[in-house]
Structure formats: structure tokens, C-alpha cells
């Protein structure tokens, strides 16, 4: 079970460095002072990267639960 709950922890970290990868994109896309449909262009390149990487987090929580209740 030890192997669910690192395993689970790495994958849930990686979904966190892609959360805040995908708020550096949108940060950096917003400091350019693109226009607004500029803007919201790069807005919607980042969401499909955000929902992702939050998807990546929660499977990886939820292995990190399976793995404490099983052990």
C-alpha cells in the first residue's frame, strides 16, 4: 500500500506543478497587454493544460486515500 500512497503523492504533485504552470501562462498572457480576443485565446490554450493538471491532483488524492484505507 506504501507503493499507492508515494505513487498517489508523486502524481498529485506533478498536477500541482501543472496547476501552477498553467497560472504562470495565463499570468504572463495577461502582463503582455494582449487584446482582449488575444487574451482570451490564450485563456482558452491554458484551460485544456489547467483541467488536466487538476485532474492529475485528484486521481492522485484519491490514490493517496485508497492506499491509507487499504494499508
Same mark, same amino acid.
Given at each position: 500500500? !506504501?507503493?499507492?500512497?508515494?505513487?498517489?503523492?508523486?502524481? @498529485?504533485?506533478?498536477?500541482?506543478?501543472?496547476? %501552477?504552470?498553467?497560472?504562470?501562462? $495565463?499570468?504572463?498572457?495577461?502582463?503582455?497587454?494582449?487584446?482582449? !480576443? !488575444? =487574451?482570451? *485565446?490564450? $485563456?482558452?490554450? *491554458? =484551460?485544456?493544460?489547467?483541467?488536466? *493538471?487538476? %485532474?492529475? @491532483?485528484?486521481?492522485?488524492?484519491?490514490?493517496?486515500?485508497? &492506499?491509507? %484505507?487499504? &494499508?
Amino acid at each position: 500500500m !506504501e507503493v499507492l500512497i508515494w505513487g498517489g503523492a508523486a502524481l @498529485s504533485l506533478l498536477g500541482l506543478v501543472g496547476l %501552477f504552470w498553467s497560472i504562470a501562462k $495565463v499570468n504572463r498572457a495577461r502582463k503582455a497587454q494582449l487584446s482582449d !480576443e !488575444e =487574451l482570451r *485565446a490564450a $485563456v482558452q490554450k *491554458a =484551460l485544456p493544460l489547467n483541467l488536466g *493538471a487538476l %485532474f492529475l @491532483s485528484v486521481i492522485g488524492l484519491m490514490l493517496v486515500i485508497l &492506499g491509507v %484505507f487499504l &494499508g
